[in-house]
């Protein structure tokens, strides 16, 4: 099975009996703070989501950024300033039924809109006269929907930056489904391990040396799946999943400036 097959199949997450709940959604509507947007992306018929786009700099490199699971575009008010010192625009995106979105989550969605959400990412940049160049990111569950991204169309993208990432289907079935027959799961592991095999962006990877929702074997175990030649991952010691950011901060900048300095230059 390649991975295009995967992708009309990837709705079999979904219909697999969860262990415990895959998604955590909650409803926000924050207003924007000075000198950010929000908007709203048609992804289907009746089903929208919500964005946040914080500017410094039309001319700066803007970020596409997917969050993690339990997370709003809200609560990034107080994240955007540090990306605008790092020299860096953050387009932030929401899933079907977090913050301002329509629809319920699921897995296939997750990864479905991420295709629509990154057209409109591009025509409103292209709207807005933002000239910079483009960089992916995900962290945490964000990790799927900017995976797919690089990998079924990076066009229009200059690099991918995956934070405490998941990507792996075969931890997430692991942790969130009860048994499955190895007939059934095994190809669409097989297939997405393949989709990130065929990336071809320069990928940064940051994560906590002490991640304990995403253990850091994790990460290695991804980066040891990308053959693209320009990717690094970066680990930040004495950090977890919730505080790398914050922990690690200086080093977690230093780590993306220098990244996204290396694709511009």
């Known amino acids: 099975m390649n991975g295009r097959a995967m992708d009309n199949d990837i709705s079999l997450i979904d219909r697999m009996e969860l262990a415990v709940p895959l998604f955590y959604p909650r409803e926000d509507r924050s207003p924007a703070p000075p000198g950010a947007a929000d908007s ?44 605008h010192r790092a020299g860096l625009n953050l387009f932030v ?13 699921s897995f296939a969605s997750l990864i479905g809109d991420a295709h629509p959400i990154a ?28 995976v797919e991204l ?8 200059r690099g991918l930056i995956l934070e405490s990432a998941a990507a792996n289907l075969r931890r997430l079935v692991a942790r969130f489904v009860g048994p499955v027959p190895p007939e059934v799961i ?22 906590g040396e002490r991640d304990e929702l995403i253990p850091l074997s994790h990460a290695t175990g991804i980066h040891d799946l990308l053959q693209v030649k320009d990717r690094s991952l970066v680990v930040i010691p004495g950090v977890g999943h919730n505080d790398i950011l914050w922990g690690g ?7 993306i400036a220098a990244f996204v300095q290396r694709q511009t230059a």
């Open 40 to 83: 709203l992306l048609p992804v289907a018929a009746g089903v929208a989501i919500g964005a946040r786009h914080y500017v410094v700099d039309p001319a700066l490199p803007t970020v596409l950024y997917f969050h993690g699971n339990g997370e709003v575009v809200g609560d990034h008010d107080d994240v955007a300033p540090l990306y």
């Open 119 to 146: 057209s409109l990412f591009h025509a409103t940049l292209d709207e807005r006269g933002m000239t910079g160049p483009r960089f992916l990111m995900g962290r945490s569950l964000g990790g799927y929907p900017a």
């Open 186 to 207: 095994e190809p669409l592991i097989a297939a997405n391990d393949a989709k990130i095999a065929s990336i071809s962006l320069p990928t940064l990877m940051l994560h």
């Open 249 to 255: 901060m200086p080093q977690y900048f230093a780590a």
């Open 93 to 105: 995106v929401d899933y079907r039924g977090y913050g301002r979105s329509g629809g319920r989550p």
């Open 150 to 157: 690089a990998a079924r169309r990076p066009d229009g993208f």
